[in-house]
C-alpha cells in the first residue's frame, strides 16, 4: 500500500478540485487565460448543457484552428500582428439563453461569432446579430429558415442546411433503395419538425407514400427508460419499407434498440431500411446499437471519411487532444478558417468586410454558386501558405476538412454528400452527391 504525505494529499485533492472547476460548464475560463496579441475576438456558441461531450468536441474543432493560425503568425490586418481570441459560451439549447450570451459577446466587443449547435436557438440569435451587425456562422444549426432571413449577408454555415440533406434523403430512398411507403420519427423541435417535412414533401413528391409521422419529445432526460410503445405502435402499425429517423447521435443507439424490441416491427415479414440523419455517427450504433437491425441501417453526411483534408484534421486532433473528433467538430474548425482567410483578404476584422470575402476565399463567385478555377488550393493546416499566397495578392481556394465549402447565395456550404451503412461491423460508404 502506498502512502502519501499529508501535503501531497492536499495538493492532489486542490488539482482535482481546480480541473473540476475548469469542466466545460466554466468552458470560457479554461480557455481565455491566455494574452493574445493585438486580439481579434470571436464568440464560439454551443448548445454545452444538452450535448456536452459532443459541443466540447466541436469546441476543440475550433480551438485547434485558433491554435494552428496564431502559431503561423497570426493574422496580418493593416500592416499589424494580430491572433484569434476564441470566447466560449454555453446557451444551454434554450433561445433565451442563446440571447443572453450573444448580448454578453457584443457588450464585450465581439463582432463574429460561431455557432450555436442546434437549430432551436438559431434563429433567435441570428436575429440578434443582424440587429447589431454581428457576422455570425453557424456550424452545425442546419434549420432551413436560416437560409430565408432578411440578414445583410450576416448569417453564415459552414454545415449544409437541412433542405439538402432532406431532398436527397429522400431521393435516395426512392431511387436507389426503390421504396414506396415511408414513416418517420423525429424529435419534437425546430430541427426535427424542419427535417421530417422536407423528407415527407420531397418523398411524396418523387411518388412515394408516407404512412406514419411521428414525433418524440426532444426533451426527454433517461431516453433508454421512456416508454416507447405509442409511438412506435402508431409509427408501424402499417407495412412500411423503410423508416427515417430524426435524432440526436446520442438517442440513436436507444431508438435502434427500442425499434427493434417492438412487437410491430417484429411482426413485419421483410424489415424495413432505418435511415438516418446527419450528425449520426456509424460507430455509435455498431458499438452501442441493435446488432440484428444494423445491416438496414442506411445514413447521410456532409464529411468523407476519405477526404485527405478529413484525414488530416483527425490526426492533427487526436494528437492535440488525445481522443478522436466528434461530428461538427471539423465544421467548427472550418468557420474559423474560413473567418481567417476572408479577414486577411478583406485586410480587416469588420463583419461588413469580411461578408465580402467569405465566398471568394471559399471558392465562389460573389453571389455566385460556380466553382472557380483560377484560384490555388488551400488545404487543411496550410495557413502559413495561404496568409502567403493573401498577401502576395493571390486568390485561394479553401478545401476544408468538411470537404469542399463553395458558399452559395445564402451563405450556405455546397458540399459533397455521402451515403453510408454498415457491413460486418463497419461503415462503408455507398454513395455521393454533389461535388
Known amino acids: 500500500m502506498i502512502k502519501l504525505k499529508k501535503?501531497?494529499?492536499?495538493?492532489?485533492l486542490i488539482s482535482l478540485f481546480l480541473l473540476s472547476e475548469f469542466s466545460c460548464e466554466n468552458f470560457e475560463e479554461d480557455y481565455n487565460m491566455t494574452h493574445y496579441k493585438n486580439p481579434i475576438k470571436i464568440g464560439v456558441v454551443g448548445d454545452v448543457s444538452v450535448l456536452r461531450e459532443q459541443v466540447e468536441n466541436m469546441f476543440f474543432?475550433?480551438?485547434?484552428?485558433?491554435?494552428?493560425?496564431?502559431?503561423?503568425?497570426?493574422?496580418?490586418?493593416?500592416?499589424n500582428e494580430s491572433e484569434i481570441e476564441l470566447i466560449f459560451k454555453n446557451s444551454a439549447g434554450d433561445p433565451a439563453e442563446g440571447i443572453i450570451v450573444t448580448n454578453e459577446l457584443i457588450y464585450e466587443g465581439v463582432n463574429i461569432i460561431i455557432g450555436p449547435t442546434f437549430s432551436s436557438v438559431a434563429i433567435e440569435m441570428a436575429e440578434l446579430c443582424i440587429k447589431n451587425n454581428v457576422l455570425m456562422m453557424t456550424y452545425s444549426a442546419t434549420t432551413p429558415e436560416l437560409s430565408l432571413l432578411e440578414d445583410n449577408d450576416l448569417i453564415w454555415r459552414t454545415c449544409p442546411s437541412d433542405y439538402t440533406f432532406g431532398v436527397i434523403s429522400a431521393k435516395y430512398g426512392f431511387d436507389s433503395l426503390q421504396v414506396r411507403r415511408a414513416a418517420i420519427l423525429y424529435r419534437n423541435d425546430r430541427y426535427g419538425q424542419g427535417l421530417a417535412d422536407i423528407i415527407e414533401d420531397n418523398f411524396i413528391e418523387f411518388g412515394g407514400q408516407v404512412i406514419n409521422s411521428v414525433s418524440f419529445p426532444g426533451d426527454i432526460i433517461d431516453l433508454a427508460t421512456y416508454d416507447f410503445s405509442h409511438e412506435l405502435n402508431i409509427l408501424m402499425s402499417e407495412e412500411i419499407d423503410i423508416i427515417y429517423i430524426i435524432a440526436f447521435n446520442s438517442e440513436i443507439a436507444v431508438l435502434s434498440n427500442k425499434i427493434y424490441n417492438n412487437s410491430f416491427y417484429q411482426h413485419f415479414e421483410n424489415k424495413p431500411y432505418i435511415f438516418v440523419n446527419d450528425g449520426i455517427i456509424p460507430e455509435e450504433l455498431i458499438v452501442n446499437g441493435n446488432p440484428e437491425l444494423l445491416e438496414t441501417v442506411i445514413g447521410i453526411t456532409s464529411t468523407n471519411e476519405g477526404n485527405v483534408n478529413y484525414s488530416t484534421y483527425k490526426a492533427n486532433y487526436i494528437e492535440r487532444f488525445g481522443f478522436p473528433p466528434a461530428t461538427y467538430s471539423e465544421h467548427a474548425y472550418d468557420a474559423i478558417y474560413c473567418l481567417a482567410y476572408a479577414m486577411l483578404k478583406a485586410n480587416s476584422a469588420a463583419s461588413e468586410d469580411i461578408i465580402n470575402f467569405l465566398r471568394e476565399v471559399s471558392g465562389t463567385e460573389q453571389f455566385e454558386t460556380e466553382a472557380r478555377t483560377d484560384q490555388i488550393i488551400i488545404n487543411v493546416d496550410e495557413f502559413e501558405y495561404g496568409k502567403r499566397l493573401i498577401t502576395g495578392g493571390e486568390s485561394i481556394n479553401y478545401e476544408g476538412a468538411s470537404g469542399p465549402i463553395n458558399f452559395d447565395y445564402f451563405g450556405d456550404p455546397v458540399p459533397k454528400i455521402v451515403i453510408w451503412g454498415i457491413e460486418n461491423n463497419e461503415s462503408v460508404e455507398i454513395s455521393y452527391y454533389g461535388k
Do not use: P, Q, W
Not at 491554435?67 to 496580418?76: A, F, K, M, T, V
Open 7 to 12: 501535503h501531497k494529499v492536499i495538493i492532489i
Open 61 to 79: 474543432g475550433a480551438k485547434l484552428a485558433g491554435e494552428e493560425i496564431n502559431n503561423h503568425g497570426g493574422l496580418i490586418i493593416k500592416g
